[in-house]
């Protein structure tokens, strides 16, 4: 079992190691992630009591589009360069070694979109408490972004058209994700608990991490067949 | 037991289940032009206009029998295509991908008769109602496996890889249609409701059955058609499609 937990951990590292010596890659999903979210008041106006309420669901849009930007790149250049079929042979379970690529993909992008998502509630005009709400509901709420999006990347791999299609896959699988995230917000906003919407978050959360990386599994050894 | 489990897996060989979707398409089809008449003499003629929606309600004829197959053609694609991924049959395949374009054209269906019924009805076209709203994204997701489809080039590679996507899909609807409700009901007050009728008359129930029954032989039809060509385009080099085509080579 040790060597489990060793294989899962090397390639966390090496993902993330890999991730650290280009982090312009990663710096420009943030970076498109605070342009988009800095969009919307040109485009509706800067009225804060509209900004205010549409807050939620325009940062929670953005994160979900900023994500599907990088999604692309959690396995193409492994499926380039052979190491995808590498891990496909290595003796380790294929679930598990995906968990690892897509929690490295995870600490990478969603974190930070996570962790700077205050900073665009304050642009947007949402009080402290509510920002702590968004930051815990991007916090569940990313992983399975990323969770879902692998699945995704993983049945667009290798395919010309791949960055556009897999918008068209994913995104409807990413309502649960987008309505009870931005529901969380919402319910801060309208001084009602958002306790629900969270632990909702939470249990979709487990259900992604239980059966995602399974489907995503199954599609890279269709995909790499 | 295994003596009948043979017998209905014999339907899974492709010259069989040609010879035998060649056979039954055309009762199908015959089928529903019968009930397609029949229900819409009785839903347009002989059922009563409604006493609050006068006329337009007679739109739900095609909209609920719509509604529904589009629904249950979904968990039926994504049965097939899990029976085609877990026992590699290939009719199974053949059979999931030739539902999804009939599923998409039933969904459509359904929000665009939605949309005319609800402008007089609700007085406007389209409101953000929880079961339009989840209409719509399973309309995407039909849409998604069709460009799956058509993206990969090596067939069977396609039929594999729509078949994980499908099934990420049905384990997915029960969650969407969940939380579009909860969406909605936390952000609107009052939402306007598809209220069901407190009694519905007989006249109008025989012709709702009738309407259903006559779209489910269409899609039946039509998705055995489809699954025939693509049969035959999947397996244009075997004999069998040689000898039935006659063009023996």
Redesign the interface.
């Known amino acids: 079992m040790k060597t489990l937990a060793a294989a899962f951990l090397s390639l966390l590292t090496r993902d993330l190691t890999l991730a650290l010596r280009r982090r312009q890659d990663a710096l420009v999903v943030l970076g498109f992630f605070v342009v988009v979210v800095s969009l919307f008041p040109l485009g509706v106006g800067p009225d804060p009591q509209l900004l205010r309420s549409m807050a939620p669901g325009v940062l929670w849009v953005s994160a979900l589009l900023a994500t599907l930007l990088s999604l692309e790149r959690l396995f193409s250049e492994d499926g380039r360069d052979g190491t995808l079929e590498q891990l496909l042979l290595s003796p380790w379970p294929l679930p598990l070694l995906v968990l690892a690529k897509v929690l490295a993909h995870w600490l990478v992008t969603g974190l930070p979109l996570a962790l700077v998502s205050p900073l665009l509630g304050l642009q947007l005009g949402l009080e402290p408490g509510e920002m702590g709400v968004l930051l815990m509901a991007l916090l569940l709420g990313t992983p399975v972004l990323s969770l ?1 999006g692998g ?1 995704g990347a993983a ?2 791999l290798g ?4 960055g556009v ?1 897999i918008a ?2 994913i ?3 990413y ?2 994700a987008l ?2 995230g931005a ?1 969380a917000v ?2 801060a906003l309208y001084a009602t608990s958002p306790g629900a919407h969270l632990s ?1 978050l939470g249990a ?1 959360l487990l ?1 992604t991490l239980l ?1 995602a990386p399974w ?1 995503t599994a ?2 890279l050894r ?2 790499l ?1 | 037991m295994a003596a009948r489990q043979t017998r209905w897996l014999r339907f899974s060989s492709p010259p069989r289940f040609y010879d035998l979707a060649g056979r039954l398409a055309p009762g199908f089809a015959v089928l529903a032009g019968l009930c397609f008449i029949a229900g819409l003499y009785t839903a347009l003629v002989q059922a009563p206009p409604d006493y609050r929606q006068g006329e337009s309600y007679r739109i739900l004829f095609i909209h609920v029998p719509a509604a529904w197959i589009s629904m249950f053609l979904y968990v039926l694609m994504a049965g097939y295509a899990a029976i085609g991924l877990v026992w590699r049959i290939r009719t199974a395949e053949v059979m999931a991908k030739a539902m999804a374009p009939t599923g998409a054209l039933f969904t459509f269906l359904a929000l665009w008769t939605g949309a005319l019924w609800g402008r007089p009805t609700w007085g406007a076209y389209w409101v953000w109602d929880a079961r339009l709203t989840s209409e719509l994204i399973l309309l995407f997701l039909y849409l998604g496996f069709i460009a799956l489809h058509a993206a990969i080039e090596d067939r069977q590679r396609a039929a594999n890889a729509g078949a994980v996507l499908a099934l990420a899909g049905v384990v997915n609807v029960p969650v969407i249609y969940f939380s579009v409700t909860w969406w909605n009901t936390l952000h609107q007050g009052v939402t306007i409701r598809v209220t069901s009728a407190p009694s519905m008359d007989a006249v109008m129930v025989l012709a709702l059955a009738l309407m259903t029954l006559a779209c489910w032989m269409y899609a039946i039809a039509v998705v055995l058609w489809r699954a025939r060509l693509e049969l035959l385009e999947r397996e244009w080099r075997s004999d069998w499609v040689a000898q039935r085509l006659g063009g023996g080579t």
């Open positions: 879902v699945i049945l667009t395919l010309r058209s791949g299609l068209l896959l995104l409807p699988l309502v649960p309505v009870l529901g919402d319910a909702l979709l259900l059966l489907a199954a599609a269709i995909m067949d």
